[in-house]
T-cell receptor, first 111, second 116 residues
Framework: GDSVTQMEGPVTLSEEAFLTINCTYTATGYPSLFWYVQYPGEGLQLLLKATKADDKGSNKGFEATYRKETTSFHLEKGSVQVSDSAVYFCALLNRDDKIIFGKGTRLHILP | DSGVTQTPKHLITATGQRVTLRCSPRSGDLSVYWYQQSLDQGLQFLIQYYNGEERAKGNILERFSAQQFPDLHSELNLSSLELGDSALYFC???????????????FGPGTRLTVL
């Protein structure tokens, strides 16, 4: 079945460091891809999305590019802040219109 | 604040019991989704309703059921509870069912269920 695999955390970085969280997927057809963020004690929020190959989603300094050839959707940010500390989920929307989430990656940013 | 409300925030109960979780979607949203988040299973889609009708089912156990009422609020009923049902249960809503063009889901803060 369709699935999402993302790097396990926790990931700990210093403020202003470069961030990459890897995400790969398996799906039939051409899913839409998403990154969600979950701050402590809150629900998930959509961070960015891409609906077709080579699309780049971006928001709040975060970017991810839909790479069909490598079935990947890695999340990047050039300079992280303490306020970016959260859990990040990669997800896909498959052809049955069901959302499948990765297990999440916890990110800690040290001041 | 996403506009989606969930009650209660925390729930502690015993094995074998039955509980009801409540979700009120954002004003104007017709679709409601339920998710279970646990340490071992991650975030899993349970069930979706649209305008009172069940639209999609995910990994929902037979001991669990849900419904969406005419005022569009939804309830998730969990019965014969087991220790493994301890998890964070999220509700999300969207204007219409998610389709290929994607209508964004807005998540509530969740209900943390602890089964002792």
């Amino acid at each position: 079945g369709d699935s999402v695999t993302q790097m396990e955390g926790p990931v700990t970085l210093s403020e202003e460091a470069f961030l990459t969280i890897n995400c790969t997927y398996t799906a039939t057809g051409y899913p839409s891809l998403f990154w969600y963020v979950q701050y402590p004690g809150e629900g998930l929020q959509l961070l960015l999305k891409a609906t077709k190959a080579d699309d780049k989603g971006s928001n709040k300094g975060f970017e991810a590019t839909y790479r069909k050839e490598t079935t990947s959707f890695h999340l990047e940010k050039g300079s992280v802040q303490v306020s970016d500390s959260a859990v990040y989920f990669c997800a896909l929307l498959n052809r049955d219109d069901k959302i499948i989430f990765g297990k999440g990656t916890r990110l800690h940013i040290l001041p | 604040d996403s506009g989606v409300t969930q009650t209660p925030k925390h729930l502690i109960t015993a094995t074998g019991q039955r509980v009801t979780l409540r979700c009120s979607p954002r004003s104007g949203d017709l679709s409601v989704y339920w998710y279970q988040q646990s340490l071992d299973q991650g975030l899993q889609f349970l069930i979706q309703y649209y305008n009172g009708e069940e639209r999609a089912k995910g990994n929902i156990l037979e001991r669990f059921s849900a419904q969406q009422f005419p005022d569009l609020h939804s309830e998730l009923n969990l019965s014969s509870l087991e220790l493994g049902d301890s998890a964070l249960y999220f509700c999300a809503s969207s204007v219409v069912p998610i389709v290929r063009s994607y209508n964004e889901q807005f998540f509530g803060p969740g209900t943390r269920l602890t089964v002792l």
